[in-house]
C-alpha cells in the first residue's frame, strides 16, 4: 500500500510506502525515548542523586538494624529455654535421687535378696533393633513433660508402697509375741490362784517368770516407755504401749534401764529380774492389757506374727 503526497505550491506529487512510513515513525519514537532518558540520567545527576539514594539506604539500614534486634531478642529467648530447661533437668535429677534412695529403702523393708533390685545401677536392658520406619520422636520440650509425669506416677506407687511396708514392719515390729526372759521358767499362770503370802483364792493379772537374780528383763515387741518407776504391789515397773492398745507390763525388777518416753524395739533389754515390791523372790510378773483390761499373756507368748 502506498500513499501520494501533492505540494500545493508546485503541483507535484510524491509517493510513499506504507513500510517506509512505519519505519520513520520506529525511529522517531526511538528518538524520543533515547532523549527522555538522557534528560532523566542529566536532571539526577544535576541533583546528586544516583541509582541508590540515601533514602533507600536509610531504609535499608533500619530494616537491617530491626534485624539485629530480632536476632537480639531471639538469642536472649533463646538462653532463657535452656536456663529453664536446665533448672528442668536439675528438677529431674534430684527427683529421681529421691527415688533411688526410696526404692533402696524398699528393698531394705521388703528385705529382698542382694542384687535383686540394685538401684545403683542401671537398668538391664536389650533386644533387637526394629526399624522405626517414618517415627518422628517428640520435641525435647515434650519429652521432658511427658519424664516429668511419669516421675510424678512413680513418686506416687513407691510412696504408696513404702507406707504400705511401712505399715507391715511396724505392725511386725509391735506385734506383741514372746517370752519377757531370756532364761527362766514359767512359775505362776494367769487367773485365781492361792496368795503366796496368806494362802487365800485370789487373782493373778499375769504370768511369773522365775530366773536369776539380775538377768535380762526384754521387751516382747517395739513400743513406747509409758511407765519406768516403783508402783504400789509392782515394786519397780516399767510400762510400754505398743499401740492398737496393747500394753505390757514387767514388775519386781532389780534395776530399770530405761526412761519414759524411750522407744524400744522388740529384743531390747528393758530391765533386770529382782525381787522388788510384793515378791517371794527373782521373778518378772508379765501383765499383757488390751484396751485397759488385763488379757492372759499365754496367748501371746508362743504366737507367731503373720504378715
Known amino acids: 500500500m502506498n500513499i501520494i503526497l501533492v505540494s500545493r505550491r508546485h503541483g507535484r506529487s510524491r509517493t510513499i510506502s506504507l513500510s517506509a512510513l512505519i519505519i520513520l515513525a520506529s525511529l522517531l519514537l526511538a528518538g524520543l525515548i533515547a532523549l527522555g532518558v538522557m534528560l532523566t540520567l542529566q536532571l539526577q545527576s ?19 538494624s530491626g534485624q539485629e534486634k530480632e536476632l537480639a531478642r531471639t538469642r536472649e529467648y533463646t538462653e532463657e529455654q535452656i536456663r529453664a530447661l536446665t533448672v528442668k533437668l536439675a528438677e529431674l535429677q534430684s527427683r529421681l535421687t529421691r527415688l533411688d534412695a526410696l526404692g533402696e529403702r524398699l528393698v531394705d523393708v521388703a528385705e529382698l535378696e542382694d542384687g ?81 503370802f496368806n494362802g487365800k483364792v485370789a487373782w493373778h493379772d499375769g504370768v511369773d517368770f522365775a530366773g536369776k537374780d539380775g538377768s535380762n528383763i526384754v521387751a516382747v515387741a517395739a513400743g513406747v516407755v509409758t511407765w519406768s518407776s516403783d508402783r504400789y504391789g509392782y515394786g519397780n515397773l516399767i510400762e510400754i504401749n505398743h499401740g492398737n492398745g496393747y500394753v505390757t507390763r514387767y514388775a519386781h525388777c532389780k534395776e530399770l534401764l530405761v526412761d519414759v518416753g524411750d522407744v524400744i524395739k522388740k529384743g531390747d533389754v528393758v530391765a533386770l529380774m529382782g525381787s522388788t515390791g510384793r515378791s517371794t523372790g527373782p521373778h518378772v510378773h508379765f501383765e499383757v492389757l488390751h484396751r485397759g483390761k488385763s488379757v492372759d499373756p499365754a496367748k501371746f507368748i508362743n504366737r507367731v506374727a503373720q504378715f
Do not use: C, H
Not at 49 to 59: E, F, M, T
Not at 140 to 166: P, Y
Open 46 to 64: 544535576r541533583g546528586g542523586d544516583g541509582i541508590i539514594d540515601p533514602y533507600a539506604v536509610s531504609q535499608w539500614q533500619k530494616r537491617i
Open 116 to 196: 535383686e533390685f540394685d538401684f545403683a545401677v542401671p537398668p538391664a536392658v536389650g533386644g533387637p533393633e526394629t526399624d522405626t520406619g517414618d517415627y518422628n520422636p517428640p520435641d525435647f520440650v515434650t519429652a521432658l513433660d511427658q519424664l516429668s509425669s511419669l516421675i510424678d506416677d512413680r513418686e506416687q506407687q513407691l510412696s504408696v508402697l513404702n507406707s504400705l511396708l511401712g505399715d507391715r514392719k511396724i505392725q511386725s515390729a509391735t506385734f506383741v509375741a514372746g517370752r519377757p526372759i531370756q532364761r527362766g521358767w514359767m512359775s505362776s499362770r494367769y487367773g485365781y490362784r492361792n496368795d503366796p
